[in-house]
């Protein structure tokens, strides 16, 4: 009978000096981080997934861009080119004109349109009107099969750059009518890669941010396309060259310049093919 009693007193003093030992350790008062390591904890908890956060935003707009300019092969297999170029136009809320039709087929707010284009499965387009979208050089490739475009209309198209300019040769037998103004990533080395155009009769290079030196752009423009009306405005001074207010020699600087823009295009346009490559590797 003592055993027993012996182990219970025993386990009440181990109990007892366990409790003793857990108080004593809890009121001793815990050191706080200095302000560099709340700082630090601070930045990798919340810029951490503020970045996460940028990057799937850009991943969800890159993605949402090559959707909108996505190849439509299928349709154009089962309902001919022309079928499927008019769906790609209307399916960017743009415009365009049959040739021989005065009616233009156009995309509402809501992107709703009149499906009735399904009937000229044999009629190419003639005008295209794509102001303010979301093409870009992929989704032009809906339009190569449009060997008798004469009119295209890019205006405010913020995918719209030099590489995109560089593809339009494939027109370079009927466009005769452009329009680039208030495109915000075209440079002078596009701008070269119109000379191919030979047809064209109408351009619009009207507020371009890119263009550093507009007059100089105004004559290589004229040089290049001399039975073409250029329209350039929106500039701080004007773009119209007139031999009575410079010299020759102002305009041999001037040719001289421009020969090196022009000479400059294809190595613009070929880091502009690297930077697409880039952006779209997502």
């Known amino acids: 009978m003592a055993a027993p009693l012996m182990l219970m007193r025993r386990s009440c003093r181990q109990v007892t000096l366990l409790v003793a030992t857990s ?38 707009k890159n993605r949402g861009l090559r959707q909108k300019n996505f190849f439509y092969g299928y349709t154009q297999q089962n309902y001919g080119d022309n079928v499927a170029a ?18 233009w087929f156009r995309s509402d707010r809501r992107g709703k349109f009149n499906w009735d284009f399904m009937n000229h499965r044999d009629t190419s387009i003639e005008e295209v009107d794509v102001s303010n979208t979301l093409i870009n050089y992929t989704g032009l490739e809906n339009l190569v099969e449009q060997r008798g475009l004469r009119t295209l209309s890019v205006s405010g198209c913020a995918e719209v750059d030099d590489w995109f300019l560089s593809r339009l040769h494939i027109f370079q037998d009927t466009l005769e009518e452009l329009d680039i103004s208030n495109c ?21 290079v009207s507020s371009l941010p890119r263009l550093q030196n507009p007059g100089l752009v105004a004559i290589l423009l004229e040089e290049m396309l001399p039975h073409c009306r250029v329209t350039a405005v929106g500039y701080d001074h004007s773009l119209t060259y007139s031999p009575t207010q410079t010299d ?18 294809p190595q613009r346009l070929t880091r502009e093919v690297e930077r697409h490559n880039q952006s779209r590797a997502w």
């Not at 390591?37 to 951490?48: C, N």
């Not at 790609?88 to 009616?103: D, H, N, P, T, V």
């Not at 090196?260 to 295009?265: D, I, L, V």
């Open 23 to 60: 108080r004593y350790r809890s009121s001793i008062p815990v050191a706080l981080p200095s302000l560099q390591a709340r700082l630090l904890l601070f930045l990798s908890q919340h810029f951490h997934d503020i970045e996460t956060l940028l990057n799937w935003s850009s991943w969800f």
């Open 86 to 103: 008019a769906y790609y136009i209307l399916s960017l809320k743009g415009g365009f004109r049959f040739a021989g039709q005065s009616e």
């Open 184 to 204: 915000p990533q075209i440079s002078v080395g596009g701008l070269a890669a119109l000379q191919k155009l030979r047809g064209l009769r109408r351009l619009d």
């Open 248 to 265: 020759a020699q102002t305009r041999i600087d001037a040719q001289t310049q421009i020969k090196a823009q022009a000479e400059a295009g």
